[in-house]
């Protein structure tokens, strides 16, 4: 590799440990200037809690950093930026009553009253030097999530940051918006700024890097130069092995139709429709996937289908199994418990795992015993089924866990989601609706998760899938569907339509691809 | 219509203590730390603020001199400031620098401060025999004021001119406090300490500093109220639980003013009246329990009315009862 730039950041033989476990074990990494450089690694392979400690959350335990040839202590986010180091978390760290000025100026030395006209001139300055579109005026929580990052990048720029790390940028965004941040990133580079960008999409490394650093399990795995590497050696390094990237969609004959929502209106907190006439039906076998930027009523369709958010307008129909056979029995309104207690095995994986899908204090046995204590009889509770499906799931679905009375908040992203879907699958469930089940997860976990929602289809459940990464959405999904603020697109065969021509749906309400629609 | 006069002053004076109280806890929650030791604190400055005029009292007299009202005035004031500080400090530090529950913390802060109050209050009654009290000297220093001209204008000199000094500190506050968080770049920050310190702490500000300073100066603001208490509602004598329940209705009207040092202004007013009510209209019948109930009864149905929906900019500071941690994961 030759590099006609200086290095601006070289990191040498860092160890991080957070109790018993290790973050970062001797870990390297240099970066040159005005390059892109991509840092890649499974979960838990140390890649944000090395960035972490360049931008100041973390102080490591030892290695040594230098900055533009200096070595340097960080001890807090101050120190990182008057370094120039700016970072833009995945979780993004704004105030979300404060307007985007207002965020922008946060903690920065100046005089006493702050000068919302300077700052937003200042701030439209930079907007329109990299091609950014920003209203500074604008609350938090009014803002898309694409307008947030916007902001966070926005804030680190104004600090002066010539170094920029970018936590999972993309995971989040449209193909529109996530091609936008990769033409405002060339900018950047072209004015000289350094870029380290943490991902575990593959493609998008192949787009956007210059180089590539893979991290494995806290410790170095190889560094590539971009140009000269494809998707294959890079999972082969992160993960170890070569691992297949295809994911596989049985054929299965579709089956009969579980579950039909039509004309389905909710209102949210403001009284606005935040659903509106949504209909759609998911058949046995079959695996509709439902896409759409976030805050467009995901949450909501999900929460009325399985009885947690009030209904006020149109109908959700259950094909339920009674004595005198199937039939579509209409369960608008039912609330959760009594779609429990009507023998209804509808499954729910929640977006927010440990908040609505887990309870986080509670082990294993216990959260698996949620679900069914209440059909066993007596007046104690009986551990031991619960226990006999805990042991079998950590089997199954490889749960890295020290055992199962370990409390479920303690475990990592991966292994609560195979948990929560495992304890779901165990009941035999005829519907099963999965929100982001692999937000946030790493590849090997995410493949094990499409692996098991096909499983799921071959037995004959109809899965409804909400999804972010859209290639993976269309790959694995038989049906798609588009909602787009609360409104739902017709169910189109993925095969039929493009990616570019989903994410347009996804912006624009009513937006029609050339070719016409399947019928469902 | 000078019943309706007489109870506006009156609703004033009695609410200034529960804006001081109130203040204090806005500036505290401002910092995301709710601190459920008003009461303890405004106990604590009640004693300080009485306690250490009473001991100057007695030495100027013992050395001959005749006591100062002024001084006197300015000693309760950094006495019981002080003493209420001391109490947020040691509340600061359990839950800011130990991560102790913040809920917890502040409540064992009231009964701490409750008791320690009462015992002092107890013990200077009896070492002065019978009971302690200032002398008229620096009694008069809390007196109501009366401002040459201003004072004499017919309905307004009575409702706005003709109070003691620290209902005119109080509201001063309350304007400074509430331009302070709205204006200026300090009032930012630590508006943005207390929503999200993971993002503060993020855009290089140091939390701990903001969150010990809000926790310190709300707190000695809290020991000011009590000491209004024992300043001016009792007039100098200390009487036992002299601050009864008006820490607790100082954490509720921090929900009924928004967070809004300016909107305190009208909570305390409300709430002072409501507290006097029954000594100006009384009705005829009426037990006085159902009068004495009124605050508390209000109290709640004001917390019902306020736990519905709201905008987003009126609702508690979101990481009030959450201690942060940088490093936790």
């Keep these: 590799m030759n590099h006609t730039g200086k290095n601006v950041v070289r990191m040498t033989n860092i160890t991080k440990t957070f109790g018993t476990s290790t973050a970062d074990r001797n870990v390297d990494l240099e970066l040159y200037k005005g390059e892109i450089l991509a840092l890649l690694g499974e979960n838990g392979s140390g890649k944000t809690t090395l960035m972490n400690i360049l931008a100041g959350i973390y102080f490591p335990d030892s290695g040594t950093i230098e900055v533009q040839g200096q070595e340097v202590q960080i001890r807090s986010p101050r120190d990182a930026f008057q370094l120039g180091i700016g970072m833009i978390h995945q979780h993004f760290k704004l105030v979300d009553v404060l307007t985007a000025g207002e965020n922008i100026v946060l903690g920065l030395p100046g005089p006493l009253y702050v000068d919302r006209k300077e700052i937003n001139r200042k701030v439209q300055e930079l907007a329109s030097r990299y091609g950014f579109d920003l209203e500074p005026e604008k609350k938090i929580y009014n803002m898309s999530v694409s307008e947030k990052q916007t902001v966070e990048i926005l804030k680190a720029l104004y600090r002066g940051a010539d170094i920029l790390i970018l936590d999972e940028p993309t995971a989040v965004l449209t193909p529109q918006e996530t091609q936008k941040l990769f033409n405002v990133l060339r900018n950047m580079k072209e004015d000289g700024k350094s870029i380290i960008i943490i991902t575990h999409k593959l493609h998008e490394v192949l787009a956007i890097s210059d180089r590539a650093v893979i991290l494995r399990k806290g410790e170095n795995a190889g560094t590539v130069d971009t140009l000269s590497t494809t998707q294959e050696e890079l999972t082969e390094k992160m993960v170890g092995r070569a691992v297949s990237l295809a994911i596989e969609r049985p054929q299965v004959p579709r089956g009969k139709e579980m579950l039909r929502v039509s004309e389905l209106t909710c209102l949210g907190p403001d009284r606005g429709k935040i659903l509106d006439r949504v209909s759609f039906s998911a058949y046995a076998g079959e695996i509709l996937g439902i896409a759409g930027i976030s805050g467009s009523g995901q949450k909501e369709l999900c929460e009325a289908v399985a009885g947690l958010y009030p209904v006020s307008g149109g109908s959700i129909l259950y094909n339920c199994q009674t004595s005198h056979g199937r039939k579509m029995e209409n369960i608008t309104g039912w609330p959760s418990g009594r779609i429990y207690q009507q023998g209804i095995s509808m499954a729910f994986v929640p977006e927010d795992r440990l908040g609505m899908g887990l309870a986080p204090s509670m082990d294993m046995v216990d959260n698996v015993m949620l679900r069914s204590y209440r059909s066993t009889p007596g007046l104690f509770l009986n551990r031991k089924k619960p226990r006999e499906i805990s042991r079998r799931l950590i089997q199954e679905l490889d749960i890295q866990t020290p055992g199962i009375s370990t409390p479920v908040r303690r475990l990592s992203g991966g292994n609560v989601q195979k948990i929560l879907l495992g304890r779901e699958i165990s009941n035999d469930p005829s519907v099963l609706i999965a929100a982001y089940p692999v937000r946030g997860l790493d590849i090997q976990t995410s493949y094990k998760i499409y692996h098991m929602l096909g499983e799921q289809k071959k037995k004959g459940t109809a899965v409804i899938f909400l999804g972010e990464d859209l290639d993976v959405l269309m790959e694995l999904s038989d049906k798609i569907l588009v909602l787009c603020d609360g409104k739902a697109s017709k169910v189109m065969d993925p095969k039929e339509v493009s990616k570019e021509e989903i994410g347009m749906m996804m912006l624009h309400f009513g937006w029609t691809p050339r070719h016409q629609e399947v019928n469902p | ?329």
């Excluded at chain 2, 200034?16 to 604590?44: A, W």
């Excluded at chain 2, 005035?73 to 913040?102: C, E, K, N, R, V």
């Excluded at chain 2, 809290?222 to 601050?243: A, E, K, P, R």
């Excluded at chain 2, 508690?316 to 009862?321: A, D, I, R, Y």
């Design chain 2, 1 to 329: 219509m000078n019943t309706l006069l007489n109870l506006a002053a009156a609703a004033v004076l009695a609410g200034t203590p529960l804006l001081l109280g109130t203040l204090g806890e806005i500036l505290t929650e401002k910092s995301g730390n709710i601190n459920l030791g008003v009461e303890g604190m405004m106990f604590m400055g009640a004693i300080a603020g009485l306690s250490v005029p009473f001991f100057y009292e007695q030495l100027t007299l013992e050395a001959g001199a005749s006591p100062s009202g002024t001084a006197g005035a300015l000693m309760a004031l950094a006495a019981s400031f002080a003493a209420g500080a001391f109490g947020a400090l040691i509340y600061g530090f359990l839950t800011i620098t130990l991560h102790a529950d913040q809920n917890v913390t502040g409540l064992t802060l009231t009964i701490f401060g409750t008791g320690l109050g009462n015992f002092f209050g107890e013990y200077l009654g009896y070492q002065a025999g019978g009971y302690a009290a200032l002398g008229e000297e620096l009694k008069s220093a809390f007196h109501n004021l009366s401002i040459p001209g201003l004072s004499q204008i017919p309905v307004l000199g009575k409702l706005l001119f003709q109070y003691n000094w620290m209902v005119y500190f109080a509201v001063i506050l309350a304007l400074a406090m509430n331009h302070f968080l709205r204006r200026t770049r300090l009032g930012l920050n630590l508006r943005a300490v207390g929503e999200d310190p993971a993002a503060a702490d993020a855009a290089g500000i140091n939390t701990t500093r903001y969150q010990y300073t809000a926790v310190i100066i709300g707190g000695g603001i809290c020991g000011i109220g009590g000491m209004y208490m024992s300043m001016v509602t009792t007039s100098g004598v200390w009487v036992h639980n002299c601050v009864s329940g008006y820490g607790w209705l100082s954490v509720a009207l921090v929900i009924f003013s928004v967070w809004n040092p300016a909107r305190a202004l009208l909570a305390a007013v409300i709430f002072g009246g409501l507290t006097v009510l029954r000594l100006y209209l009384p009705i005829p019948g009426m037990p006085i329990q159902i009068y004495e109930m009124l605050p508390y009864a209000v109290t709640i149905l004001v917390l019902i009315a306020s736990s519905i929906r709201q905008r987003r900019e009126n609702m508690q500071p979101k990481s009030c009862g959450v201690n942060y941690f940088r490093e936790e994961r």
